[in-house]
């Protein structure tokens, strides 16, 4: 079975950092792209960041680019998102996900939650002011 775990949150306070892992089991991230989304409270699941296996690109929304980074760790089946400069704007649920042969470079603007195909459990990240 395809299973994603979320670990890493917690809270912390602005312009702290975290990182986040998303640890997969089942499969290999070949032919995969590993994504992590975010929801605020009354608001949408949004894109954060996404890495793709199948073309090797990376995206990052333009709220996070500069301070979120997406990297991946083979030998442990585990994606990484390393959160610097943390604002109290990043306070959400996060989740990785997982979607097969997705071709993240013919994206335009940010992954879909609904063209994911796999989901992990949320892992809360709360930034105090």
């Known amino acids: 079975d395809v299973q994603l775990q979320a670990s890493g949150g917690g809270l912390v306070q602005a312009g702290g950092s975290l990182r986040l892992s998303c640890a997969a089991s089942g499969f290999t991230f070949d032919g995969y792209a590993i994504g992590w989304f975010r929801q605020a409270p009354g608001k949408e699941r949004e894109g954060v960041s996404c890495?793709?296996?199948?073309?090797?690109?990376?995206f990052h929304a333009d709220s996070v680019k500069g301070r979120f980074t997406i990297s991946s760790d083979n030998a442990k089946n585990t994606v990484y998102l390393y959160m610097n400069s943390l604002k109290p704007e990043d306070t959400a649920v996060y989740y990785c996900?997982?979607?097969?042969?997705?071709?993240?470079?013919?994206?335009?603007?940010?992954?879909?939650?609904?063209?994911?195909?796999?989901w992990g459990q949320g892992t809360q990240v709360t930034v105090s002011s």
């Open positions: 890495i793709s296996f199948v073309d090797g690109s990376t």
């Open positions: 996900a997982a979607a097969e042969g997705y071709f993240l470079s013919t994206v335009v603007g940010a992954p879909g939650p609904r063209e994911m195909d796999y």
